[in-house]
């Protein structure tokens, strides 16, 4: 019985992270770039974007290769976004996706410079975490490829990093509802900006739309991964619909930063009981839990990640 537990909930914390991911882009999709506070409702019809179709992605491409596999990985985005799959993509993203389309290969296709410091690496990460171990070299430098894929910048790296620590925290049982995510993960990743407000946000006891006026909320990853840490801690006092609730509320690039939140929170949370009803009104949404579910399915083959 014990074993038949430890498998249900490894299981329901894996839909937890792909469809917790999956909502909060939905949801957040049609908020997108109005500024909080906002007076978030459920949308009657949403579809999802680029943050969750890039991680759908990466499942099926693990799933295929048998693990991570950065080339496979690379191909796999690419024949997404050239069959017309990607929706709502960034710029640095959609050049690295021309690349790749155009035969570029991986290592030399991401985006480079101060202006390439965005999600696109951040947002379709989450899976890795279920895999990868960040603490341990060789995993870490898959994790830096993956993000290269699109981002050769440090910050992006970094963003991507941290939510792939939160999520291993949270497998591990090392972040519980006594203690800080934050606080956990700032000592984790390297010194940075991202970790620098990470650090700012230590301090702040307040609702995230309360705390906004003081942070940015845009589609930069030292804006982005920091809130959607802060705003996940909420789950231990909450579901996670409010949760993603108030995520959105807080404003700026609200799909983004509410699907990072989903991935991280809905791994605490595990699969939301009602998600059927949720994915029935979004567009594609029997398909993102066919592969939600299929990457569940190739996780239980394997050891535990925790």
């Known amino acids: 019985m014990a074993a038949m537990q430890t498998h249900l909930e490894k299981r329901s914390r894996i839909l937890g992270c792909i469809l917790g991911g999956a909502l909060g882009d939905a949801w957040g999709g049609p908020w997108e770039g109005n500024p909080g506070r906002l007076a978030f409702q459920i949308p009657l019809r949403s579809s999802v974007s680029d943050d969750t179709q890039l991680t759908l992605a990466t499942c099926e491409s693990i799933i295929e290769s048998g ?11 690419a024949k997404w976004f050239a069959t017309g799959r990607v929706s709502g993509i960034g710029a640095s993203t959609l050049k690295a996706m021309r690349d790749l389309v155009a035969g570029v290969h991986w290592a030399l296709a991401g985006s480079r410079g101060e202006y390439s410091a965005g999600n696109g690496a951040t947002m379709r990460i989450a899976p890795l975490a279920f895999l990868l171990d960040p603490a341990t ?26 939510v792939v620590i939160a999520i291993r925290f949270i497998l591990s049982g090392v972040w519980s509802h006594e203690n800080s995510l934050l606080v956990a993960v700032a000592d984790s990743v390297p010194d940075s900006a ?11 006891t307040l609702a995230p739309s309360e705390g906004a ?9 030292v804006d982005s991964v920091p809130w959607a840490l802060y705003c996940a801690q909420f789950i231990a006092e909450k579901p996670l619909s409010v949760v993603l609730a108030q995520t959105i509320e807080v404003g700026g690039d609200t ?20 998600y059927a009803g949720f994915f029935s009104r979004i567009t594609g949404g029997d398909e993102i839990i066919r592969v939600a579910e299929s990457f569940a399915d190739f996780l239980g083959t394997r050891p535990t990640a925790e």
């Open 255 to 274: 799909d983004t930063i509410a699907s990072i939140t989903g991935q991280i929170a809905g791994t605490a949370a595990g699969v939301p009981p009602d």
């Open 194 to 204: 991202v970790r620098d407000r990470i650090n700012q946000f230590l301090a702040l």
């Open 137 to 162: 070299p060789a995993d870490r430098t898959v994790i830096r490829d993956v993000c290269r894929i699109t981002h050769h910048n440090d910050e992006a790296y970094v963003g991507a990093l941290a």
């Open 213 to 221: 006026s003081q942070f940015g909320a845009s589609g930069w990853v």
């Open 67 to 77: 693990g991570v596999h950065t080339e496979r990985l690379a191909s796999h985005l």
